[in-house]
C-alpha cells in the first residue's frame, strides 16, 4: 500500500509542476498586459514592470515565481492595489469550498440514494421518478436550474433567499442548482452498476445459501456497485468546485470566482496564476484522495499499480 501511494503522490506532484509551467506560458502568451489602456507615462509603466519583474527575460521570471511558489507566495495581485494574491483568496476561497462542499455532499448522498432505490425497483413508478430526476439533471444546465429555482422558490413562493450567502438558508438553492447535475450522473451511474451487479454469480450464490436479501443488498450489491462511482469522484469534484463560478455569479455569492472572472479580464496576471495555480493543487489533491481510496476499497488496484 506504501508504494502505491508514494506512486500516486509522484504522478500529483509531476502532474502541478506541468499545471504551474502551463499556466504561466498561457497566461504569457494572453495578448495585451496589465498596463495596456492605463494612462501612464512611459516611466511609471517602466517602474510598474520592474516591481512586478515583468522586464525581466520570460525565463528568469518563471523560475522567480516558481521559487515563490515553494514558499507558498502567490505574489501580489497587479489591479487590486496593495492586496496580496493569498490574501485574496484567503478572503475568498470559503465561501467557494463551502458552497462546493455543500452540493457534493447533497449530490453525491442523494445520488447514490436515489440509484440503489431505482435498481431495487426497477420497473416501478420508484424507479420512473428517478430516471426522470437524472435525465432533468443531465439537460438542464446549472445557471438555466439556478435561474429557475431563484424565479419558482425565490420569488414565486417566497421560500428561500434568491442572491447572497448570509445564513444556512442562503446556502440550499445555490446548493441545489451546482449539485443537480452530479446528483443525475451519480444516480445513472449507481442504478447501472447495481443492475450489472446483481446478475453475477456471487450474488445468486449468496441467495441459494439463504442470506438475507437485506444483507446481500448492504453486505455485495452496493459494495461492488460503488466502485464506478468512486473512480468518476475526482471528475465530480473538479466538475462541481470549478461549476461555482457560474453559480456565484447568479446568486451573487463573494467567491473566488468573481475575482478570478475579473483578472481574466483585467490582464492580472498574478491573480490569474495564483487561483489557477490554486484551484488546479486543489483538484490533484482530490484524485489523489481518490486514487487512494480507491486502492482502500479495491485491493486489486493498488496491487496492479506496484
Known amino acids: 500500500m506504501g508504494k502505491y501511494i508514494l506512486k500516486r503522490v509522484a504522478v500529483s506532484v509531476l502532474t502541478l509542476f506541468v499545471l504551474?509551467?502551463?499556466?504561466?506560458?498561457?497566461?504569457?502568451?494572453?495578448?495585451?498586459?496589465?498596463?495596456?489602456?492605463?494612462?501612464?507615462?512611459?516611466?511609471?509603466?517602466?517602474?510598474?514592470?520592474?516591481?512586478?519583474?515583468?522586464?525581466?527575460?520570460?525565463?528568469?521570471?518563471?523560475?522567480?515565481?516558481?521559487?515563490?511558489?515553494?514558499?507558498?507566495?502567490?505574489?501580489?495581485?497587479?489591479?487590486?492595489?496593495?492586496?496580496?494574491?493569498?490574501?485574496?483568496?484567503?478572503?475568498?476561497?470559503?465561501?467557494?469550498?463551502?458552497?462546493?462542499?455543500?452540493?457534493?455532499?447533497?449530490?453525491?448522498?442523494?445520488?447514490?440514494?436515489?440509484?440503489?432505490?431505482?435498481?431495487?425497483?426497477?420497473?416501478?413508478?420508484?424507479?420512473?421518478?428517478?430516471?426522470?430526476?437524472?435525465?432533468?439533471?443531465?439537460?438542464?444546465?446549472?445557471?438555466?436550474?439556478?435561474?429557475?429555482?431563484?424565479?419558482?422558490?425565490?420569488i414565486q413562493w417566497g421560500l428561500f433567499p434568491v442572491a447572497q450567502y448570509q445564513g444556512i438558508q442562503y446556502t440550499i438553492l445555490p446548493s441545489i442548482a451546482l449539485g443537480f447535475y452530479t446528483l443525475a450522473m451519480v444516480s445513472r451511474l449507481m442504478r447501472a452498476s447495481m443492475l450489472e451487479v446483481v446478475t453475477q454469480d456471487y450474488i445468486k450464490t449468496a441467495k441459494s445459501d439463504g442470506i438475507s436479501n437485506v444483507r446481500i443488498v448492504w453486505k455485495h450489491q452496493i459494495r461492488n456497485a460503488i466502485m464506478p462511482v468512486v473512480t468518476v469522484l475526482g471528475p465530480v469534484v473538479a466538475t462541481t468546485l470549478t461549476g461555482t463560478f457560474v453559480i456565484e455569479s447568479i446568486f451573487a455569492i463573494p467567491g473566488m470566482g468573481k475575482f478570478y472572472v475579473e483578472s481574466v479580464q483585467k490582464l492580472d496576471y498574478s491573480l490569474v496564476l495564483g487561483m489557477t495555480v490554486f484551484y488546479g493543487g486543489f483538484l490533484i489533491l482530490a484524485n489523489l484522495i481518490v486514487d487512494i481510496l480507491y486502492g482502500v476499497i479495491d485491493p486489486r488496484i493498488r496491487l496492479a499499480g506496484k
Open 20 to 154: 504551474i509551467t502551463v499556466v504561466f506560458a498561457l497566461v504569457r502568451l494572453m495578448p495585451g498586459d496589465p498596463f495596456s489602456g492605463e494612462k501612464m507615462t512611459p516611466e511609471i509603466r517602466a517602474n510598474l514592470e520592474a516591481y512586478y519583474g515583468l522586464d525581466k527575460p520570460l525565463l528568469e521570471q518563471y523560475i522567480t515565481y516558481v521559487k515563490n511558489l515553494l514558499r507558498g507566495d502567490f505574489g501580489y495581485s497587479m489591479k487590486y492595489l496593495n492586496r496580496t494574491v493569498n490574501d485574496i483568496i484567503a478572503s475568498s476561497f470559503p465561501y467557494s469550498i463551502d458552497l462546493g462542499m455543500r452540493a457534493l455532499a447533497l449530490s453525491i448522498s442523494m445520488g447514490l440514494v436515489f440509484g440503489i432505490l431505482s435498481a431495487r425497483y426497477r420497473g416501478k413508478k420508484l424507479d420512473f421518478i428517478c430516471i426522470v430526476i437524472a435525465i432533468l439533471g443531465t439537460s438542464i444546465p446549472d445557471f438555466i436550474m439556478g435561474a429557475l429555482l431563484q424565479y419558482f422558490f425565490g
